[in-house]
């Protein structure tokens, strides 16, 4: 007999489960291939994108006098645009183009003591700002500290320290969202990424980012005093007032007040010792009470620097007079509506006009 009319075991059936299983393994793997092929694919696109942009940027010509903004373009042609177009999927291959020093057809130049600059650009020096354009957040080609100063700590001291570091960034932050990029910025080794990021957080208006900013601002009055943490104190502040919460109030008069009590103790009697005049101290303090006004707490504003003219004009510099005469012309402006009486004073603390002898003391009249 033939062995096609035996009987078939039942067990060398193959059961219709393993089949199925087996055609979805198959099904699957079929999927991950090609899905592997199109990445593949379109990284290899992205690569060759980035390459005939950069050659293109080697032969741009073109002068700039912002260093850190290189020349974007030139008869029709914008290398510069289309790499940040790349978005953050470009960050790794642009990442060991940090490398190249190569020089460009492009030029720095500025007018500067002793001597103007005339300086060429490297490729590098396109690849940071592309780099820093697509993360909105600012990184540094390591470099010399300019005359007279000492060099940032945290600044990288080589390419590829500046390499890891900007990788070491888009591995924790390439897929997050600006927003959760921004809180953290608030913290940032360098002050130029936090200031930033109080700007933005003021302008999305998220809760958020204003909580983030209360908190801020209690960490920046604690510890040691310096013009940069005030400046940032203000920073908040503004940023605070353009989200707009009265909750905020309370935190934006901590501001106020940290800034008053250093008027204080710059132009207190001398015989109690006074503090070191801090670099814009005037335009700092000014700049809160107009976030304080902001949020509804106007005539408390306008009262409360009243009062700080009133008691301190008359021991500053006049050019520190004039800028706070300055500056109280222009809180009447942004609180008109509540004008105080008397608020443009004199640089002895007495409004215009109010000498016995009815002659202004004011050294702008």
């Not at 379109?42 to 080697?58: G, H, P, T």
């Not at 060991?96 to 007018?111: E, I, Q, R």
């Not at 000492?150 to 070491?168: F, G, M, R």
């Not at 920046?220 to 005093?225: A, P, S």
Request: hydrophobic fraction near 35%.
């Amino acid at each position: 007999r033939s062995h096609w009319s035996q009987p078939l075991d039942a067990g060398s059936i193959p059961a219709a489960s393993t089949i199925t299983n087996t055609m979805w393994r198959l099904l699957l793997l079929t999927v991950v291939l090609c899905s592997t092929q199109i990445v593949l694919g379109q990284r290899s696109d992205l690569q060759e994108n980035i390459a005939r942009q950069i050659e293109q940027i080697k032969t741009l010509p073109g002068d700039t006098e912002n260093f850190q903004v290189p020349p974007l373009a030139t008869k029709g042609v914008w290398p510069v645009q289309e790499l940040i177009k790349c978005g953050m999927d470009a960050i790794p291959e642009l990442i060991p183009l940090l490398a190249d020093d190569s020089f460009t057809n492009s030029y720095f130049s500025a007018h500067r003591f002793p001597g103007d600059i005339h300086e060429r650009l490297r490729v590098n020096r396109f690849v940071i700002f592309v780099i820093d354009q697509i993360t909105d957040h600012q990184f540094y080609l390591p470099g010399k500290p300019a005359p007279g100063t000492t060099a940032d700590p945290n600044l990288p001291k080589t390419i590829k320290e500046l390499q890891d570091q900007v990788y070491s960034w888009w591995a924790k932050n390439g897929k997050r969202t600006l927003l959760e990029r921004k809180l953290d910025d608030v913290k940032d080794l360098e002050h130029p990424n936090r200031f930033a990021a109080y700007e933005w957080l003021g302008k999305s208006k998220e809760e958020a980012g204003r909580l983030a900013l209360e908190r801020r601002i209690d960490t920046l009055l604690t510890g040691e005093v310096n013009s940069l943490k005030q400046s940032e104190m203000v920073g908040c502040a503004e940023a605070l007032a353009k989200i707009g919460d009265p909750k905020s109030a309370p935190y934006i008069q901590k501001v106020c007040e940290h800034l008053s009590y250093w008027i204080y103790m710059a132009y207190r009697p001398i015989e109690e010792g006074r503090g070191g005049i801090g670099s814009n101290q005037i335009s700092n303090l000014f700049s809160a009470f107009h976030s304080l006004s902001s949020l509804g707490r106007k005539s408390e504003a306008l009262s409360r620097l009243q009062e700080i003219g009133t008691k301190y004009m008359g021991e500053m510099e006049l050019s520190t007079q004039q800028e706070f005469l300055r500056s109280m012309e222009a809180a009447n402006d942004w609180c008109d509506e509540e004008r105080l009486p008397g608020l443009m004073l004199s640089c002895c603390g007495a409004p215009f006009g109010s000498r016995p002898d009815g002659a202004s003391c004011c050294p702008l009249r």
